[in-house]
């Protein structure tokens, strides 16, 4: 590992980080005591934190995917009930964009309808998109 090159060090050692057999990352420590002195009660502490490292992390990915599946449901749970209760399409259109930039994090967003009548496509929401266009011949 680059960080290591040119340190002076007689030992480094690197321990991959291991979650249910897939890798996670590794461990990676520097000593300025030969390899052969380190002791097997060393070693063993060494692959426990690379073990607990991995479990951890990976916990932290866990969750931080679960509360994203939450959000998108909420978000979902919160579109579908504005689409009940809401007489106007455009507020319905306006919380559906809403939402949608929550979830992907969007600093600009729009939604387009069509129209039958002259083939083309009107800016029925936005947010963060100049208004100049409002209206596109398909």
Known sequence: FPEFWGLPYSTRI????VYRGGLVGVLGVVYTVP???L?????????????QAASSIKNIYIFKDAHRR???MEAINEISTSLRVTEKIDDF???????????FNAIIGSIWL???ADNSLHKAVSNGVPQEKNRIKT
């Not at 690197?14 to 980080?17: D, E, G, K, L, V």
């Not at 259109?93 to 979830?103: A, D, G, H, P, Y």
């Open 14 to 17: 690197h321990i991959p980080m």
């Open 35 to 37: 390899a052969n002195q």
């Open 39 to 51: 002791n097997q009660e060393e070693m063993h502490l060494l692959n426990l934190f690379a073990e």
């Open 70 to 72: 939450f959000q998108i």
């Open 93 to 103: 259109l306006s919380v559906l964009l809403e939402k949608t930039s929550l979830i």
């Open 114 to 116: 069509y129209d039958s």
